[in-house]
């Protein structure tokens, strides 16, 4: 089940990176731990071959960036401010794999150049995670800092969710957001 689950994840991703020629994530590093209560704290780094400004701007429009994935069907922005969105999501996403929408909350900090999502109150599980973007020494990429801590799905999925698919789900969600960043900066933004 292990190398299923890795050998999808590559799949998923060499596949995804065929399509993204000029603006590909470098995958870094990665780090995980959980606690006590099963929730499961990710470390991820990777850069993307784009200027800062521009994978900011493109974090900041998650309902312009679900175009670029095959599973959200339609999506609905339910707020909107100068730090933040909620935006609700259809479609048969990784921790909403049933009929009813994932609503996420985002929080933007131009000042810091992070930007966060959040599970919002109904969600079926809990979630928090950060991308800190740093330019790279020449400005011409971006370095990207991951963090995200989840509340164990098991009861949401309706089976017992192994670490080891947690974090494997982990990742691939990383790393798709970040292809769908690079197709949304290679198509001008749109």
Do not use: C
């Not at 994840?9 to 065929?18: D, E, N």
């Not at 100068?82 to 048969?92: M, P, R």
């Not at 799905?153 to 970040?178: D, Q, Y």
């Amino acid at each position: 089940m292990t190398i299923l689950m890795l050998g999808l994840t590559l799949l998923t991703f060499l596949g995804t990176r065929a399509y993204a020629d000029d603006i590909q994530p470098n995958f870094e590093n990665e780090k995980s731990s959980m606690d006590k209560d099963g929730n499961m704290r990710l470390e991820l780094a990777a850069s993307l071959n784009a200027p800062e400004a521009k994978v900011y701007e493109a974090l900041t429009n998650p309902e312009k960036l679900s175009k670029y994935a095959a599973e959200i069907t339609s999506v609905k922005v339910l707020s909107n401010s100068a730090t933040g969105k909620v935006v609700e999501y259809h479609g048969a996403t990784g921790i909403n794999p049933g009929t009813k929408p994932l609503v996420v909350k985002f929080t933007f900090d131009p000042g810091k150049q992070t930007i966060t999502a959040e599970s919002t109150a109904n969600a079926p599980v809990k979630f928090h995670a950060d991308y800190v973007l740093s330019p790279s020494k020449d400005g011409k990429s971006t370095e990207i800092r991951y963090v995200s801590v989840s509340a164990d799905p098991s009861k949401a999925l309706g089976v017992k969710a192994p670490e080891f698919m947690r974090k494997g789900a982990g990742i691939n969600t990383f790393m798709r957001t970040l292809w769908t960043v690079g197709q949304y900066i290679q198509h001008g933004g749109k």
